[in-house]
């Protein structure tokens, strides 16, 4: 299909007084969420949003699939604010309501770390805290449209597109997003014994967030129903004498009670593909479609939007069960048929994705200078007036996504798998000199070393490779309808 289709406008949606209010009460009521709106700042390059107090919770994108109401929760883990429920989703094409099972996750707009050390002093008016086309009475994070909630929410709804218009299978529905003064939890396990030693951080303690903490026993809870699971305020003291490592329970959470946070509503997908390569009905066969369809998406995208995922991992890739027996694929006048195996695997989480979309590129803060990822990629923002050398420019790698994704599979990958899916992977480790970058310590340096040097993992070319030749069949028996193209 053409690109021009794919770079359609947005348009907006303006919400009837009774549907939103629906809405939003159902927020407060099932998810503690408060001050509930839709707007966000990438709003403003696309369509004009008044500047009056009911506009940021009447304007949105418009769709296919609206969330009009949350309904119950119905699963939930103790170290993330995510969740799985019931939700109504209204379909406009259709103009029906029916109830759908719904992934919601909550996503912070400001930093969590600032938010425990206080840094930000969120006080007062809580709509200050909120993105606002009008408001410049805040913190520039919150109205930035490189922040990671709002990218997230943006690429999630442009990629469902591609897979409601059957462009792509690969991405999950998008049913809308909503941004609010909600509670946040935040695992500050590995920054824990860091964390005891800081005054301040104890000081914080029930003034700014509470610290729930969950022994070894509750670690099969994580992925159960929703339950009581054991948690309790703690205190401890800072003394390194008294304390060995042993003594502190496994996991501790940061509970942050009012915090600006973006909820992002899609379709609920069954299992990650690290839940598979553990699973003991795992087979190699599925995994290798797997690989063909990931291959796939990521070439559509490079193609149209210049897109890298930038954190492919095997919790990162999920799946949804299917009655379809194949997928079909026409690539540069060939033509595949690819074996489901009863399960068609999708992309999630955007939030580090860098991609431009009618000419404006999107990049996250992350990447920025004093960033959490500082140094992986050149942050095209940047000015560096101090420096007395040129520094060197470092673009998004498109090797990058399915290289990092063939390293968490090769750590999980069953021995029984043969040796030629095992080589297939590892080639595409290997960097501009040949060496594998399997090899080195997983930390930020191999992000960097994977971002800078490795070219053996493109996803147009891998779709070119041996391992998917099984998968070719003649022009005259392929689909004339339902196939996916590039």
């Known amino acids: 299909m053409k690109d021009s289709i794919l770079q359609q406008y947005i348009e907006y949606y303006k919400w009837d007084r009774k549907d939103y209010q629906r809405l939003f009460q159902s927020a407060r009521d099932k998810l503690s969420l408060y001050s509930g709106q839709f707007y966000m700042p990438m709003f403003s390059l696309y369509y004009f949003v008044h500047n009056t107090p009911r506009a940021p919770k009447t304007i949105d994108m418009s769709r296919r699939y609206y969330l ?11 170290y993330n604010s995510n969740r799985v429920g019931d939700a109504i989703i209204y379909d406009s094409s259709r103009n029906i309501s029916d109830m759908r099972k719904v992934f919601c996750k909550s996503i912070p707009i400001l930093d969590p770390m600032h938010c425990i050390n206080n840094n930000y002093n969120l006080h007062g008016n ?27 929410t943006f690429c ?14 690969s991405f999950p529905l998008f049913y809308g997003s909503l941004n609010g003064i909600g509670e946040y939890k935040y695992d500050i396990t590995e920054e824990y014994p860091e964390l005891r030693m800081d005054k301040c951080f104890h000081q914080n303690i029930d003034k700014h967030f509470r610290l729930d903490y969950y022994g070894s026993d509750t670690e099969d809870s994580a992925d159960s129903d929703v339950e009581d699971v054991y948690r309790d305020d703690i205190s401890i003291t800072s003394d390194k004498e008294s304390h060995s490592s042993e003594e502190y329970p496994e996991d501790y959470i940061a509970v942050i009670p009012k915090m600006p946070i973006q909820l992002l509503f899609i379709e609920s997908l069954e299992a990650t593909l690290e839940d598979y390569l553990n699973h003991e009905d795992f087979k190699e066969e599925v995994l290798i479609s797997c690989l063909f369809q990931v291959s796939f998406a990521l070439a559509m995208l490079q193609r149209r939007y210049q897109f890298t995922h930038n954190d492919l991992h095997i919790n990162n890739i999920m799946y949804n069960s299917t009655e379809s027996k194949y997928l079909y694929y026409k690539i540069n006048n060939k033509y595949y048929r690819v074996p489901t195996y009863g399960k068609i695997f999708k992309i999630i989480d955007f939030g580090r994705a860098i991609f431009t979309f009618k000419h404006k590129t999107y990049m996250n803060d992350v990447f920025s200078r004093h960033g959490e990822a500082g140094g992986q990629y050149s942050y095209p923002s940047q000015v560096t007036f101090s420096e007395s050398k040129k520094t060197e420019n470092y673009s998004p790698n ?18 029984t798998v043969s040796e030629t899916v095992v080589a297939f992977l590892r080639d595409m480790c290997r960097n501009d000199k040949g060496d594998n970058l399997c090899e080195m310590n997983d930390d930020f340096s191999l992000y ?14 891998i ?24």
């Open 68 to 78: 009009q109401e949350w309904l119950d929760t119905t699963k939930e883990r103790y």
């Open 126 to 152: 809580q709509s200050h805290y909120l993105p606002s086309g009008y408001s410049f009475n805040t913190f520039q994070k919150i109205n930035s449209m490189d922040n990671s909630a709002y990218i997230d």
């Open 156 to 169: 999630s709804y442009l990629l469902g597109q591609l897979t409601l218009n059957k462009q792509s299978p």
């Open 398 to 415: 498109y090797s990058f996504d399915m290289c990092r994704l063939a390293m968490t599979i090769l750590e999980e990958l069953s021995p």
């Open 448 to 461: 960097i070393a994977i971002g800078q040097t490795a070219n053996n993992a493109l996803p147009r070319e």
């Open 463 to 486: 779709l070119e490779s041996q391992m998917f030749h099984e998968y070719r069949i003649s022009k005259k028996l392929f689909p004339r309808k339902s196939f996916y193209t590039l």
